[in-house]
C-alpha cells in the first residue's frame, strides 16, 4: 500500500512558474513509476508525465515538453513536477499516481496506476 500526498498547487500568472511535491509513504517507493496527471474543468483526466524507477527515463505529453519538469528524490520519498512557462491551459487538478508495473507507452494511461493522491489545484491567470 502506497499513499501519495501532493503539495505546491496555487494560483500564478501565465509566463509564471510552479513546483509541485508528491510524498510517498512506505520503504519502496523506488521500485514505483511515479506519474503525473491533470483533469481540467469539464475534461478528462490526461497525461502529464512520468518517470521511471531510477530516474533515467521520462516521459511527457507534447503539451507540457519543454516547459515542465519530472523529478525524483528516492531518498526522500518524493516525486517533484517543476512547472515553468505556465499557460491558462494549464489549469486543472494535478494528481500524482504510483505504479510498479507500466512500461513504455503503457505509463501513459491512467489506468496502468495503482495508487493516486487527491490531488492539488493548479490555477494560470492570464
Known amino acids: 500500500q502506497v499513499q501519495l500526498v501532493e503539495s505546491g498547487g496555487g494560483l500564478v500568472q501565465a509566463g509564471g512558474s510552479l513546483r509541485l511535491s508528491c510524498a510517498a509513504s512506505g520503504r519502496t517507493f523506488n521500485t514505483y513509476v511515479m506519474g503525473w496527471f491533470r483533469q481540467a474543468p469539464g475534461k478528462e483526466r490526461e497525461f502529464v508525465t512520468a518517470?521511471?524507477?531510477?530516474?533515467?527515463?521520462?516521459y511527457y505529453a507534447d503539451a507540457v515538453k519543454g516547459r515542465f519538469t519530472i523529478s525524483r528524490d528516492n531518498a526522500k520519498n518524493t516525486v517533484y513536477l517543476q512547472m515553468n512557462s505556465l499557460k491558462p491551459e494549464d489549469t486543472a487538478v494535478y494528481y500524482c499516481a504510483a505504479d510498479k508495473f507500466c512500461a513504455g507507452y503503457l505509463c501513459y494511461d491512467e489506468g496502468s496506476y495503482e495508487y493516486w493522491g487527491q490531488g492539488t489545484q493548479v490555477t494560470v491567470s492570464s
Open positions: 518517470i521511471l524507477r531510477s530516474g533515467g527515463g521520462t
